[in-house]
C-alpha cells in the first residue's frame, strides 16, 4: 500500500513540474527567429601585387641599420580593393508614427536590434558598392507600452506566419570617385520592402562614412506608408487616430568581415 501510495505521489509531482515548465516557457509569439540576412555572392576581383621598385629591392636585401629617430606614418591604411562589410550588433531599426491617444498627440518610437546585412564597398571605387538583401527580425520590435508590442507583433505584423520583414536593394545612387576615412558620404538606395505578404518599392535616404579602415556607420532612413502595405491598428478607444505615414530608420555599424 505504501509503495502504490508513493508512485501515485511522484506522479502528481511530475505532472505539477510539467505544467510549471509548460507555464513559465509559454508566450503569444513564437520564439524569436534568429535573423541571418543573405550573404553576398563572394568577390571575384583579381588581387593585384604592387610591383617592384628599386626602393623595395634596395631594402630587402640591404643591411643596414634603420633609422629609428624617424617619424613614424600615422596615415590609416584602407585596403586595396572591395571589402565586405557586415552589420554588427550596435546596428538598431526605428520606427516612428504619430497618433492621437487619450485625447492628446503621442509619437510612438519603436526599436528593434534584430537587423542583418552586408555590403560590400572598394573605397577607390565607390560606384561599384553592392548592398545586400536587409532582414529584419517581426517579433523584437519594443515600445513604452506592453500592450502595444503585443498588437505590433501580433495582428500588425502578423509576425508568426511572416517573422521577417526584407528589402532587397535594386539600385544605388549617388556614390561616385573615391573615399577616405572620414568623409561622409550621401546616397540613396532603392529597392523592394516586403512586409508580411506584401512588397512595396521603398527609396532610403543614406548618410554614411568610414569610420576606420574596418568599419562604416551611418544611418538610411526611409518614409512608408501604412495602407499601402496593409498595416491595419486595430480599434482601441484610447486611440482616436493613427496617422498613415511611418518613418522607417536604420542606424548601421558595420565591420570588415573575412
Same mark, same amino acid.
Given at each position: 500500500m505504501?509503495?502504490?501510495?508513493?508512485?501515485i505521489a511522484a506522479?502528481?509531482v511530475?505532472?505539477?513540474a510539467?505544467?510549471?515548465?509548460?507555464w513559465?516557457?509559454s508566450?503569444?509569439?513564437?520564439?524569436?527567429v534568429?535573423?541571418t540576412?543573405?550573404?553576398? #555572392?563572394?568577390d /571575384?576581383?583579381p588581387?593585384t601585387?604592387a =610591383?617592384? @621598385?628599386?626602393?623595395t629591392?634596395a631594402s $630587402?636585401?640591404s +643591411?643596414?641599420?634603420p633609422?629609428?629617430?624617424?617619424? #613614424?606614418?600615422? /596615415?590609416?591604411?584602407?585596403a586595396?580593393? =572591395?571589402? @565586405?562589410?557586415?552589420l554588427?550588433?550596435? $546596428?538598431l531599426? +526605428?520606427?516612428e508614427i504619430?497618433?492621437v491617444l487619450?485625447?492628446?498627440d503621442?509619437?510612438?518610437?519603436?526599436?528593434? =536590434?534584430?537587423?542583418a546585412?552586408?555590403?560590400?564597398?572598394?573605397p577607390s571605387d565607390?560606384?561599384?558598392?553592392?548592398i545586400?538583401t536587409v532582414?529584419?527580425?517581426?517579433?523584437t520590435?519594443?515600445?513604452?507600452?506592453?500592450?502595444?508590442n503585443r498588437?505590433i507583433r501580433g495582428?500588425?505584423?502578423?509576425?508568426?506566419d511572416?517573422?521577417?520583414?526584407?528589402?532587397?536593394?535594386?539600385a544605388?545612387?549617388?556614390?561616385?570617385?573615391?573615399a577616405?576615412?572620414?568623409?561622409?558620404l550621401?546616397?540613396t538606395?532603392?529597392?523592394?520592402?516586403t512586409?508580411?505578404?506584401?512588397?512595396?518599392p521603398?527609396?532610403?535616404?543614406?548618410?554614411?562614412?568610414?569610420?576606420?579602415?574596418a568599419?562604416i556607420?551611418?544611418t538610411a532612413?526611409a518614409?512608408?506608408?501604412?495602407?499601402?502595405f496593409?498595416?491595419?491598428?486595430?480599434?482601441?478607444a484610447a486611440?482616436a487616430?493613427?496617422?498613415?505615414?511611418?518613418?522607417?530608420?536604420?542606424d548601421?555599424?558595420?565591420?570588415?568581415?573575412?
Amino acid at each position: 500500500m505504501k509503495k502504490t501510495a508513493l508512485i501515485i505521489a511522484a506522479v502528481v509531482v511530475a505532472a505539477v513540474a510539467a505544467a510549471a515548465v509548460w507555464w513559465f516557457t509559454s508566450t503569444d509569439i513564437d520564439d524569436p527567429v534568429e535573423v541571418t540576412a543573405p550573404t553576398l #555572392p563572394p568577390d /571575384t576581383t583579381p588581387e593585384t601585387t604592387a =610591383p617592384a @621598385t628599386a626602393t623595395t629591392l634596395a631594402s $630587402s636585401n640591404s +643591411t643596414e641599420v634603420p633609422d629609428t629617430t624617424a617619424v #613614424p606614418d600615422t /596615415t590609416v591604411a584602407i585596403a586595396a580593393g =572591395p571589402v @565586405t562589410f557586415e552589420l554588427m550588433d550596435a $546596428s538598431l531599426v +526605428t520606427f516612428e508614427i504619430d497618433e492621437v491617444l487619450n485625447g492628446s498627440d503621442k509619437r510612438v518610437v519603436a526599436t528593434n =536590434p534584430e537587423v542583418a546585412a552586408q555590403i560590400r564597398v572598394d573605397p577607390s571605387d565607390l560606384a561599384s558598392a553592392e548592398i545586400g538583401t536587409v532582414v529584419i527580425g517581426a517579433q523584437t520590435f519594443e515600445t513604452d507600452s506592453n500592450n502595444r508590442n503585443r498588437a505590433i507583433r501580433g495582428p500588425i505584423l502578423d509576425s508568426n506566419d511572416f517573422p521577417t520583414i526584407q528589402f532587397v536593394p535594386t539600385a544605388v545612387e549617388g556614390l561616385s570617385g573615391a573615399a577616405a576615412v572620414g568623409d561622409l558620404l550621401e546616397f540613396t538606395i532603392t529597392g523592394d520592402l516586403t512586409i508580411r505578404d506584401i512588397t512595396q518599392p521603398v527609396t532610403f535616404t543614406v548618410s554614411a562614412a568610414l569610420t576606420d579602415a574596418a568599419t562604416i556607420e551611418g544611418t538610411a532612413e526611409a518614409t512608408v506608408s501604412r495602407d499601402a502595405f496593409g498595416l491595419t491598428i486595430p480599434s482601441v478607444a484610447a486611440v482616436a487616430s493613427v496617422e498613415d505615414e511611418v518613418l522607417l530608420k536604420i542606424d548601421f555599424v558595420a565591420g570588415a568581415v573575412g
